[in-house]
């Protein structure tokens, strides 16, 4: 495994993720306009199949809060870096 370097963490903090949202936003738009009805429906029952390979019983509330802690300080680690 590779160490991280500090300019590798600053240069991902200081990425333009206005711009990165957009371009995801603009790609699962005109995908999804592209699906049809079955290939929406395989979309969703695949994640859901996904989902429920990872946790039969689905996340508890504490696993959602437990990740969306993890998200909050990854969020300010990043937000030090720069």
Same mark, same amino acid.
């Given at each position: 495994?590779?160490?991280? $370097?500090? #300019? ?8 333009? *993720? ?9 790609? *699962? $738009? ?6 049809? +009805?079955? #290939?929406? *429906?395989?979309? =969703?029952?695949? $994640? @859901?199949?996904? =989902? @429920?390979?990872?946790? +039969?019983?689905? +996340? ?7 990740? $969306? ?6 969020? @300010? ?6």
């Amino acid at each position: 495994m590779t160490a991280v $370097l500090r #300019e590798d963490l600053v240069r991902f903090a200081r990425r333009d *993720w206005a711009a990165i949202e957009s371009a995801k936003t603009q790609h *699962w $738009l005109r995908r999804k306009a592209a699906m049809s +009805p079955a #290939e929406v *429906w395989q979309f =969703g029952y695949e $994640l @859901r199949r996904h =989902g @429920r390979s990872v946790s +039969p019983a689905g +996340p508890s509330l504490a696993d959602r809060l437990a990740d $969306l802690d993890v998200h909050q300080r990854v969020s @300010r680690c990043l937000r030090a870096v720069v």
